[in-house]
């Protein structure tokens, strides 16, 4: 992986986005039924993420970074997101949230990030927590009753 950034999310993006699939049990990730045309409004926080030009994933800040179900407040920036499917376990991970963190923390300023991650999913895990996240809660999510971890950091 090169060079990633960030960009502002377009109707192209967001309809490959609506299209990945996940294998069996990262498919809680998938995003099925949903409208491209909701990512690619600015109004919900949706970022693309490139290396060279190419869509590699997604970034999202607020609200929709969030999973029915878990206990959050407004102390901290939900963030989450996405790496296309045939880039993922493949080590890119820390680099595409680290890009995203740089951003949402030059953009919105706030004085902590939130992330929600499936519990089963420990390579993700480690990888927020490697970036300074520490788990605070888990819970079952009220869509398919999965299980979450909630993980915070605090900004300098």
Known sequence: MGVVEIVNMTDEYAADIVTWRYPAQYDCYDLVGTDAGFFADPRNGYVALVDKGELIGYRVFGPDGRVPGGEYDESALDTGGGLRPELT???????????GLEYGAARFRPTAFRVTVASFNI??????????FVPNRTFN?????????ILTRQQP
């Not at 376990?89 to 890009?99: F, H, N, P, S, V």
């Not at 390579?123 to 300074?132: C, F, H, K, P």
């Open 89 to 99: 376990g493949r080590g890119l991970g820390k680099q595409a949230i680290a890009t």
């Open 123 to 132: 390579r993700a895990q480690r990888v927020v927590q490697g970036l300074g």
């Open 141 to 149: 999510a009220t869509t398919d009753g999965r299980s979450f971890v």
